[in-house]
């Protein structure tokens, strides 16, 4: 089973950016459906982007425009270029892996990292 750790995550000012990084411990450049959620204090847990095994990207409306997903096919790592901060992108950040079968992101395996906190300050 694929294991995952991020890294990255830190305090910055509203404006700011960072860049999460997700390293798997297997290979997973269009093997699996990578991406990631995110869980602010006091809040549900909030889907941020993913990326499907054909490369495809997509974003919560939230993150629109200021996010930027990508996973580098040598190193495998997965990265959220994360621009703009703002104080409500606030969260623990989590990276997960869905294997890919049939075409389809399997949403039974998934599989979750222990997470990086991003802090914005206003």
């Known amino acids: 089973q694929v294991q995952l750790m991020e890294s990255g995550g830190g305090s910055v000012q509203a404006g700011g950016s960072l860049t999460l990084s997700c390293d798997p411990s297997v290979y997973t450049y269009r093997l699996y459906c990578m991406g990631w959620f995110r869980r602010a204090p006091g809040k549900e847990r909030e889907w941020v982007a993913g990326?499907?095994?054909?490369?495809?990207?997509r974003y919560a409306v939230s993150v629109q425009g200021r996010f930027t997903l990508s996973q580098d096919s040598a190193s495998n790592t997965l990265y959220l270029q994360m621009n703009n901060l703002r104080s409500t992108d606030t969260a623990t950040y989590y990276c997960?892996?869905?294997?890919?079968?049939?075409?389809?992101?399997?949403?039974?395996?998934?599989?979750w990292g222990q997470g990086t906190q991003v802090t914005v300050s206003s």
């Open positions: 997960v892996a869905e294997i890919v079968r049939d075409g389809r992101c399997d949403v039974q395996s998934r599989r």
């Open positions: 990326v499907d095994g054909a490369g495809d990207t």
